[in-house]
Structure formats: C-alpha cells, structure tokens
C-alpha cells in the first residue's frame, strides 16, 4: 500500500476506509439500534442476568410497548438529552443521586454516537500526520467541555492519524489511538457532545465475520459519562481497576481539548482531497441490508488534510544571526495563549490579568472583559543549514538553582 497520505485519501486506503467495509458487512443500522436499545432496557431494569433473561422473554408488541414506556422509541442520543433534562440540566449539574435514572440512557447513546460517527455520510473526516498528533496530545491543557464542543468546524467528524500514535504511556502498556471522533448534541441553551476515541484494535462483531475497532466514549453535558469496551479492557490489562480507568479518562478528557483547540485554531491550513469513486461488489454479492444502496464508500467525502506548513510572518527569524553552535535543535509544537480587551480588542499580556489596558484605561479580566484565543505553533528547527539535527533531552522536573 502507497503510505502517501494523499494518496491514501484519493484511493480509499485509510483506516476509515476499511472501517466502513466491514460496517457494510455488518447489521443495518435500524437492528444495531435497536439492539443497544435493547441493552439499556437491560441496564434500567438492573443489568442483572436476570434482567437480561426477562427481556429475551419479550414478544416483539411486549418490546414495543417497553420502549415507548421508557422514552426509547427516538435516537438514543435524544432519548439521553430528555433524560438529563427532565433532572434540572442546564439549571444544574447532575449529582450522584440523579445518574442511577440517566446512566443508562447516557451509556446507550455513547455507544451509539460511537457507531454513528464511522458510519454517518456527514461525518467529516480530518488526516493528520501522527507526528504532529504526538506533540498536540502532549500539550498542556485544561479539560474540555460541552459548551466548547458546540463550535466544532465540522459536525460531526473524525480526526484520523496517519499512524497509531500512544498515550498514557505510564499506564500499563499505554494505549495505541487510531483516530478521535466528534459529534456536537444539543443546543446552545442545553449543550451536549460526545467525544469517541477509536483505539488500534479490532473485535470481532457476533455472527457476521466482521470486525469493530474498539473504543472509549466520553459524553459531556450535565455530567460526564465514559463508556469503555471490553475488548479495550482486554488490550490495556486493566480488569477491574476504578483507578486506572478515571486515570486514562482524565488523560482522554486533555487529550480531546488539545485536539479540539488544534482542529480550530486560525493558523492551520486545510487541503481538501476529493476521492475518486470506490470500487464496490455487486448488488449479489453484497450483504442483504446493503443490497441497491451505494456502499459506504461510494459516498463523495471530502477528507481535510492538515498540513504541517506555517505561514510565519515575512522575515520572521531571517534576521536573527546563526547560532555559534554547530548542530540543529528541534522546537515542539505548542500551544500559545493570546489575551485581548473584550472592550477595545488590544492585546494585553497574560500576566497583567486584573490590571488597566494601555488603549482603552479597563481593567481586563481575570474573568470581566477578557478573550483569550489559542492558536498552534508547528515544530521547528533552529541551527545552521546543513547541520546535522541533535536530540535534546528536556528534563522538565529540573529547576535552575537560584544563587
């Protein structure tokens, strides 16, 4: 296979790629709903193995019935949303006491925004160099939140790697990230999102020989809620550990931040690849549900592919003199924090928070007449031409000694 990205684009080689082949062998989309409807019927009647008994028992009128009791006959998605709005969301964040009614709802909808971002036709797919992925997930950052979310670029969407880049290191033997989806819920005045991490791993799906990548959904609205397949639990030797998993949902929650802060920050430049047609088994040999629709690859997707070109400003490092040294040091990606006046829009340092504006006399922030944007700076390197490059070993625990 090409390991061109573009390449790959045009040619419907990438991971999404295949994903979406062995989604069209699976179920139809009404029956893989239905089933995780069934499921938080399940979890609302205990999620015991004699629930799940009671609800095999079901006739199909019986089933019927039960979901319309329990407000499951729409998406699940918007089955969550009155959930956790018939309990004081957006006057209130849920507690505790209230998760028992909506967790299940909240769990179904996960896993089924998980399916939906693969699989929808409007699902914008985003590529991004792994190397670039490494430095943004490293970032510093705070966690995100559904409010943010709601000004996604794009509804929803996936941020595929060109390779499978690792986090959490620390934790086991890490976790291996083949791409990150997006879907914004809700409304300004309720603001709800789901964020879904695809690890590099498959499992096997029940009866169709095909495969499902493994995941970790995060939903954000009201509370926090995080869905994690077993298959994943498998991979990353967790078993049954509350520690470690509210450790790599932490991690997860930074990680979705500086990925959402990257996808809409001003200075990246987006190069919009149009695929050629699929090439797709005939109507006889495709899978029943499928039969007479176009393939999921058929479909005319615009992949963004984010380049690692900076438009610095012109002259921008050309006057400054080569350094005595006689290598070159790579500089990471990071990044940068710009504060403004909300009154008058001059920019205004960040550690003079709570202090006058030079043009305007207000007193900007620390949380009044503030904004603040970010925007991502690419690595460079800095050193003579022709030098060879040399790896610096950054300790970022050292302190200078004060003398």
């Given at each position: 296979m090409n390991s061109d990205p573009v390449h790959r684009a045009k040619h419907h080689q990438l991971w999404i790629d295949k994903v979406r082949t062995d989604l069209d062998k699976w179920s139809p989309p009404a029956d893989i709903e239905l089933c995780l409807k069934i499921d938080t019927l399940i979890l609302l009647r205990g999620g015991t193995s004699a629930a799940l008994d009671l609800v095999r028992t079901f006739s199909p009128q019986r089933l019927r019935n039960e979901l319309v009791t329990n407000d499951l006959t729409d998406?699940?998605?918007?089955?969550?949303?009155?959930?956790?709005?018939?309990?004081?969301?957006p006057q209130r964040e849920?507690?505790?006491t209230d998760m028992p009614a909506c967790s299940a709802k909240l769990h179904g909808a996960v896993n089924w925004c998980t399916y939906e971002i693969l699989r929808c036709p409007q699902t914008q797919v985003m590529l991004l160099d792994d190397r670039t992925a490494r430095a943004v997930a490293d970032s510093s950052n705070d966690q995100i939140t559904a409010a943010e979310l709601q000004h996604l670029p794009h509804n929803p969407c996936l941020i595929e790697f060109y390779r499978p880049i690792e986090i959490v290191g620390d934790i086991k033997h890490g976790v291996r990230v083949r791409a990150v989806g997006f879907k914004s819920l809700g409304d300004a005045a309720a603001p709800a999102a789901v964020v879904c991490f695809y690890l590099d791993y498959w499992q096997p799906a029940p009866q169709s020989g095909a495969r499902l990548p493994t995941s970790l959904?995060?939903?954000?609205?009201?509370?926090t809620c995080a869905t994690m397949d077993n298959a994943a639990r498998i991979q990353m030797g967790l078993g049954s550990d509350p520690v470690l998993e509210q450790k790599i949902s932490d991690e997860c929650k930074r990680i979705a931040r500086n990925l959402w802060d990257f996808v809409t920050s001003r200075s990246i430049n987006y190069d919009r690849i149009k695929r050629k047609s699929a090439r797709h088994l005939p109507d006889r040999e495709r899978p029943q549900h499928t039969q007479g629709l176009r393939s999921q690859l058929d479909?005319?997707?615009?992949?963004?592919?984010?380049?690692?070109?900076?438009?610095?400003?012109?002259?921008?490092?050309?006057?400054?003199?080569?350094?005595?040294?006689?290598?070159r040091v790579e500089v990471l990606g990071k990044f940068h924090h710009l504060v403004y006046c909300g009154k008058c829009g001059d920019l205004h340092r960040h550690d003079l928070l709570g202090t006058p504006c030079r043009k305007c006399g207000e007193i900007v922030?620390?949380?009044?007449?503030?904004?603040?944007e970010k925007s991502w700076h690419h690595p460079y390197v800095v050193g003579p031409e022709g030098a060879p490059v040399k790896d610096v070993v950054r300790d970022v625990h050292r302190r200078k000694v004060r003398r």
């Open positions: 998406h699940l998605h918007d089955a969550a949303l009155r959930a956790i709005r018939a309990h004081g969301y849920l507690t505790e959904g995060f939903w954000y609205g009201g509370c479909r005319e997707v615009f992949h963004l592919y984010l380049t690692r070109e900076v438009s610095r400003a012109e002259g921008e490092h050309s006057r400054q003199l080569p350094p005595p040294w006689g290598y922030g620390p949380r009044a007449n503030v904004r603040i």
